[in-house]
């Protein structure tokens, strides 16, 4: 419902009263203070990886430097989106900011596939041309890179609740796999001095990374085109609205989220009496949401002449 002293002038019309649904249209889950402490320790990590990587010149180091400077942009867009996820509907967005999550979420994953193409391309050519890496600088790097990544992942398992952070944690899931390539190919190079670990680590580790990223952009992505949740079967919605006991026919049907977690639902029931509506109004709404969670509902009653 609407804050007691939102004086907006469209806040009665963003109103919910009894009988609507719980959803106000504000994320309210997930912690700032928790992605404020991992993106400082991912944002300082980064700036020791990148001057390490070029003293070492290994590229599996710059990789995972790269990757978590693209982790603290990540973190700081989750920021954002969180922020922008609490501001309450107004005039211009009576929806909300609910999709801002998604929205960065995207811009993330997008982000990840450009850095993955980087370093694929760049392994490709060192791996044909080796260039000279020092393996020990490599290897004490990495192991403190794996330190702080595990602190930050476990930081950000804490708040499961956003879309955004859990792309966030994604990434930096991924930056422990980089950090565990850049210490197997410091310690390969140092006692054996084969010089093509190192890029092959890193197209491995890319790889990885990019599995990770497709998954996440397929849900931010199904998100945003206004697809059926997941754990909601639009077939069974629409099969169980005709059975209810008054309505004939149910015709554009819409099934979305209006952020994540949770659903709503438009459409047109035909029932055989429209002075029945309200019972009948009753009993879809109960049946929705026992069945399929959902309370955001708004449906327009007809009757066929």
Known sequence: MQSATDTSPSAHL???LAGDAQHTHVIKHGSQKTIVWALCLTLGFAAVEVVAGFLSNSLALISDAGHMVTDAAALGL????????????SASYSFGFGRGEALAAFVNCIA???????????AVRRFSAPETVQGPVVFVVAAIGLTINLLVAWILSRDQGSMNTRAALVNVLGDVLGSIAALVAGAVIHYTGWMQIDPLLSIFVSLLILKSTVSVLRESGHFLMEGVPAQIDY??????????????SVHDLHVW?????????I???????????????ARVKAMLLEKHGIDHITLQAEQDD
């Not at 989750?78 to 509907?89: N, S």
């Not at 990840?112 to 760049?122: D, T």
């Not at 459409?267 to 109004?281: A, S």
């Open 257 to 265: 989220d209006m952020s994540p977690g949770q659903p709503a639902l």
């Open 78 to 89: 989750a920021l954002f989106a969180q922020v922008i996820a609490k501001r309450p509907p």
């Open 267 to 281: 459409g047109h029931l035909e029932i055989d009496d429209l002075q029945q509506w309200p019972q009948v109004l």
């Open 235 to 248: 077939l069974k919605v629409g099969d169980n609205l005709a059975a209810v006991d008054g309505v004939r």
């Open 14 to 16: 963003h109103a919910h």
């Open 112 to 122: 990840m596939l450009v850095l993955v193409a980087v370093i694929a391309f760049e």
